[in-house]
């Protein structure tokens, strides 16, 4: 069936440092894939995307990776600030108007 | 500009009773879509809608009815509330259809539900 899933529920990084949150997917079908922060209270709130065609994709700060060949996507936060502290889901869209979430990693900064 | 409107914020009702939650949206999106959100859980889609007068089931649309008869607003009802759908609700609308890349999808704040 369809599913997203994260390797880790919870990862604690120090300020300044690069942070990286990994997502499994299990459907090679997936063509895109996007990347939400949540902060607590809060809605999702859209970070990056990349499409099954691409392997790397830079925005702000944030890089997301995606090996397509062991269904693996990943999110890369440089200089990780307190402002980043969230939940972090991976979500992917199978050629369908459905957007399927994966479960979050929480991501914590410390000083 | 609001962006997506979410009402209410917070809802305690009891098992059976019946109940709408509000979306609305002044972006001119023609996608809108209800996701539920519960502990430990990431969100999982419940109804969505692709533009007025078309809507779809997602992957948990049992126990809930939508309607989209404005680009506007995508209210979520619920048509006898059980404990089971305890959750934070959260509506979202985008532009475009998922898929197109800088498809933006903007949440709502959300409604935390509790049914006792």
């Known amino acids: 069936g369809e599913s997203v899933g994260l390797h880790l529920p919870t990862l604690s990084v120090q300020e300044g440092d690069n942070s990286i949150i990994n997502c499994a997917y299990s459907?090679?079908?997936?063509?895109?894939f996007i990347w939400y922060k949540q902060e607590s209270g809060k809605g999702p709130q859209f970070i990056i995307d990349?499409?099954?065609?691409?392997d790397k994709r830079q925005g702000q700060r944030v890089t997301v990776l995606l090996n397509k060949t062991v269904k693996h996507l990943s999110l890369q936060i440089a200089a990780t600030q307190p402002g980043d502290s969230a939940v972090y889901f991976c979500?992917?869209?199978?050629?369908?108007?459905?957007?399927?979430f994966g479960t979050g990693t929480r991501l914590q900064v410390f000083p | 500009n609001a962006g997506v409107t979410q009402t209410p914020k917070f809802q305690v009702l009891k098992t059976g009773q019946s109940m709408t939650l509000q979306c609305a949206q002044d972006?001119?999106?023609?996608?809108m879509s209800w996701y539920r959100q519960d502990p430990g859980m990431g969100l999982r889609l419940i109804h969505y809608?692709?533009?007025?007068?078309?809507?779809d089931q997602g992957e948990v649309p049992n126990g809930y009815n939508v309607s989209r008869s404005t680009t506007e607003d995508f209210p979520l009802r619920l048509l006898s509330a059980a404990p089971s759908q305890t959750s934070v609700y959260f509506c979202?609308?985008?532009?475009?259809?998922?898929?197109?890349?800088?498809?933006?999808?903007?949440f709502g704040q959300g409604t935390r539900l509790t049914v006792v």
């Open positions: 979500a992917e869209n199978i050629k369908t108007d459905k957007l399927i």
């Open positions: 972006m001119n999106h023609e996608y």
């Open positions: 809608s692709v533009g007025a007068g078309i809507t």
């Open positions: 990349i499409r099954s065609n691409m």
């Open positions: 979202a609308s985008s532009s475009h259809v998922v898929g197109g890349m800088d498809t933006e999808a903007f």
């Open positions: 459907n090679s079908a997936s063509d895109y």
